[in-house]
């Protein structure tokens, strides 16, 4: 991303690993919606893009080099990568609480280069290797979908818990189909746009416009009026989260209205801890993610991939192939398009 608005495929420096990074060779790369956005708006939040990135965090691939001091059982491994990468030393990350990391580095988030290249260089315990039975494509998945799990965790969901999603975009599929993955009773998800209604029913979530009793509320659309019109569904002792990023500055919430409910707010910052179990949901076929994979693109052509994930009505998760130009299913490769 060299301006707002502009893409352009460039030549950088290989990247040559730290002593505890290894060097990843990238095969599959989702466009998010914050890839979007900073490319369409040049911000995210008090995130501003003022130099030229590279975009780009829902990534997989393989390990092609370690550093001095990286496990070298790493290399050749088929990995999901998980795009943050803390400081390790803070109060946050001592207790484990290492997204909270105030020098945490995060793929394009700016000043950090993404992972829309050949090739990137992060730390070890960024990468988790994945089953052979788990496709690229899978395993890029895992980013989402842990925003998904992370969701969940905070509600604390528990089985039987009657669940409703606001917002059917590839973050709120995701954490609805992972609410069931995790017990939930009924799951339901709304949304004003057709095409995701119809993307979410056919990933097997129940589509509705009236829900009511609900115990739990993944508001993922980031819309306050879908906000508030969830809030009215909530059954006393209920909980909220937070997850979809507005792009307003303030969103109201009618508290006044809500006390005799006592619900509990929680925000969602990313995931913590989810690699392992969301691959094994996906490895497992606990969780379908292949539903939401509509477009592949070569890097060559980063530009029109996200023409398309913005301007094609039935694009959901658009999926870039930096190495080669392919993508892999289960014993068998395929030419990008």
């Not at 893409?7 to 690993?17: K, Q």
Request: negative net charge; charged residues 20%; contains cysteine.
């Amino acid at each position: 991303m060299t301006d707002v608005g502009r893409l352009e495929n460039t030549r950088l420096p290989a990247p040559v690993p730290e002593p505890h990074q290894v060097v990843v060779e990238i095969h599959s790369v989702g466009i998010c919606g914050s890839d979007a956005a900073y490319l369409h708006h040049g911000r995210i939040g008090a995130w501003t893009v003022t130099t030229p990135f590279v975009l780009g965090h829902e990534t997989a691939g393989v390990v092609v080099q370690v550093g001095s001091a990286a496990d070298p059982a790493l290399l050749h491994r088929r990995v999901a990568v998980e795009p943050g990468t803390p400081c390790y030393r803070c109060s946050q990350c001592r207790q484990g609480s290492y997204h909270l990391c105030p020098d945490l580095a995060f793929l394009a988030t700016p000043p950090h280069d993404g992972c829309l290249a050949e090739r990137i260089a992060i730390d070890e315990n960024c990468v988790f290797p994945v089953p052979d039975s788990m496709t690229f494509d899978q395993a890029a998945l895992v980013e989402p979908a842990s925003v998904g799990l992370w969701a969940c965790r905070r509600v604390k969901l528990q089985p039987g818990d009657r669940v409703h999603v606001t917002g059917a975009g590839p973050v709120g599929i995701l954490a609805g189909l992972m609410a069931e993955t995790l017990g939930a009773g009924r799951v339901t998800i709304t949304d004003i746009d057709t095409n995701r209604r119809e993307v979410a029913r056919d990933c097997g979530l129940e589509v509705c416009d009236e829900v009511a009793d609900v115990d739990v509320l993944l508001e993922c659309s980031g819309n306050e009026s879908a906000l508030h019109a969830a809030l009215d569904t909530m059954a006393p002792g209920g909980w909220v989260a937070m997850v979809g990023i507005s792009h307003q500055e303030y969103v109201r919430v009618p508290f006044p209205a809500l006390f005799s409910k006592e619900l509990t707010f929680v925000t969602v910052n990313r995931y913590a801890h989810t690699w392992p179990a969301v691959i094994d949901y996906i490895a497992s076929g606990r969780l379908d993610v292949d539903r939401l994979v509509t477009h592949h693109f070569p890097l060559s052509e980063t530009s029109e991939a996200f023409d398309t994930q913005a301007r094609d009505p039935g694009a959901v998760k658009v999926m870039i192939h930096p190495t080669a130009g392919y993508w892999q299913s289960p014993g068998q490769l395929h030419t990008a398009p």
